[in-house]
């Protein structure tokens, strides 16, 4: 049988391995999403072992010669009244001229922007006053409130009763590559697994060398499912994930960055509490209003509601915005959007995080990178192409604004990473993040404009949105899975 497509990475779940495949024709377990087929096809050891030595380093010589020829430019540009340090390939950055922006002002003023199903009120803004508080009041208020939180977020009952009459399927994605906090974070989250709300927790594995997934699976004796794919970016594995989910028939999975740490009161400053904020509280978090929406919206709107985790408030006077976590980044996108006349920066909020939770189906068709853009760059369509690191998130958050799709808000309060051993050693690592941010956004708007006036900005610079180009793969594929796997050169 012959093979058109390509390689979404290798699923290990039960002791099996078996490849995950993006096609345009169905072969061995397929699954229809739009016009192309998500694809499971068995593989033995020696094409593991194949894959293993040479897929991984094809991908990352492909890196290499990517970021070679990129001429990077630093500097100070003024852009939306105030000066930001932006890295990005030196084409596009002297096209993201302070002109560029204003060529987009209006085009968005006549739609109507993200609708936000769960309002964000004062009571919200309120709620963790006391947390750093030193007046005993506010702190003794706050954990009096925490200890509401816990209550509602052990309901397991009633979220079995409902997602069961609602015949809803949920598994938790954490996208992982060497980060040495996941196994705890596994483990904070399998009490989940064993009161039966969450059935599968995926790792979304960029082939990670330390721990590696096998060493996960054996200190954590669980039945954990793996999808590998080299590491070339979050936002590949998260596709990869992602893609299996959907073949899975799962109508929710919920995302978890894998370098949180447990628990709050190791936080200088912030108190013991009666509710840690670790992956546990995410997940249940983010379970809670999905179940909210069921009861109040049906299951067709729960499952087209993209869910955010929100680290700030919002008082719902004017625009006025309550920040509790505020990067520069952050700063940066919020005068973006508000640039573009986006309505949810004025009445809602949407802030950067890792976390968020959706139905994969939504996400493969709504929100991924459209057939037209990939053409316009003169890139093959291989299915829905996901951006990488913080380009995901504000790809998504653009592209919910044009369409218009539904939006509800988790409160996580606070979030915390894993602190790194080492100190970034890229003194302009900030400036690239931003840049990345910039890439991400402007990536979403021009795939929403019509499309002889989005060649005008192609014909531009050479557009870093896409995942990187996959090795190329000829596979011979008989009844019983993937008999034989030829490496190609690019």
């Known amino acids: 049988m012959n093979y058109e497509g390509e390689i979404g990475g290798v699923v290990e779940r039960n002791n099996e391995r078996v490849l995950l495949i993006d096609a345009e024709k169905p072969m061995g377990d397929s699954k229809k999403y739009n016009n192309r087929y998500v694809c499971l096809v068995k593989i033995n050891e020696n094409i593991y072992k194949k894959l293993e030595k040479l897929y991984i380093k094809n991908a990352i010589e492909g890196v290499r010669k990517i970021d070679g020829k990129k001429n990077f430019l630093t500097r100070i540009q003024k852009i939306l009244d105030s000066k930001f340090e932006l890295m990005a390939d030196k084409d596009f950055f002297f096209f993201l001229s302070p002109g560029f922006l204003n060529r987009f002002k209006n085009f968005r003023m006549v739609k109507k922007g993200a609708k936000c199903l769960n309002e964000v009120g004062e009571k919200d803004v309120r709620r963790i006053e006391g947390l750093k508080s030193k007046d005993p009041r506010k702190v003794e208020k706050t954990i009096e409130m925490l200890g509401e939180i816990r209550s509602e977020l052990s309901e397991v009952k009633k979220w079995k009763w409902i997602l069961k009459k609602s015949n809803v399927r949920i598994a938790l994605i954490f996208p992982f590559y060497n980060e040495p906090s996941v196994i705890e974070n596994v483990r904070d989250v399998w009490d989940l697994i064993e009161e039966g ?55 929710l999975v919920v995302c978890l960055d894998s370098d949180i740490i447990p628990p709050l009161h190791r936080v200088n400053d912030i108190p013991p509490l009666p509710l840690d904020i670790t992956c546990n509280f995410f997940a249940r978090n983010f379970i809670s209003m999905f179940v ?76 991924s990178v459209s057939r037209d853009l990939f053409e316009l760059f003169g890139r093959k369509y291989h299915g829905s192409g996901l951006p990488s690191g913080f380009t995901i998130e504000n790809f998504w958050n653009i ?24 100190k970034v050693k890229d003194p302009l690592a900030y400036a690239k993040q931003r840049g990345t941010v910039t890439m991400g956004a402007f990536g979403a708007i021009l795939q929403s404009l019509p499309r002889e006036e989005a060649k005008k900005y192609v014909r531009h610079f050479d557009f870093d949105l896409f995942r990187l180009p996959r090795p190329k793969l000829r596979l011979e594929i008989d009844g019983k899975g993937v008999k034989n796997i030829k490496f190609m050169k690019n």
């Open 197 to 251: 709300i969450v059935e599968e927790i995926i790792i979304a594995d960029g082939w990670s060398d330390n721990p590696s997934a096998d060493v996960i699976k054996r200190r954590l004796d669980a039945p954990l499912t793996v999808v590998k794919n080299p590491g070339t970016g979050k936002g590949e594995a998260l596709e990869s994930a992602v893609k299996y989910a959907f073949h899975r028939k799962f109508d």
């Open 292 to 367: 909210r929406m069921l009861k109040k919206h049906g299951k067709t709107k729960a499952l087209r509601t993209y869910y955010k985790a929100s680290y700030m408030r919002i008082q719902k006077r004017g625009d006025i915005l309550i920040p509790l976590r505020f990067g520069g980044t952050t700063i940066y996108v919020k005068k973006l959007y508000k640039m573009l006349k986006f309505k949810s920066i004025d009445e809602f909020l949407y802030p950067l995080s890792g976390e968020y939770a959706f139905n994969p189906e939504f996400l493969l068709k709504e929100l």
């Open 399 to 422: 592209l919910m604004e044009i369409k218009g799709l539904n939006v509800a808000f988790c409160n996580m309060f606070i979030h915390h990473h894993t602190p790194r051993k080492e």
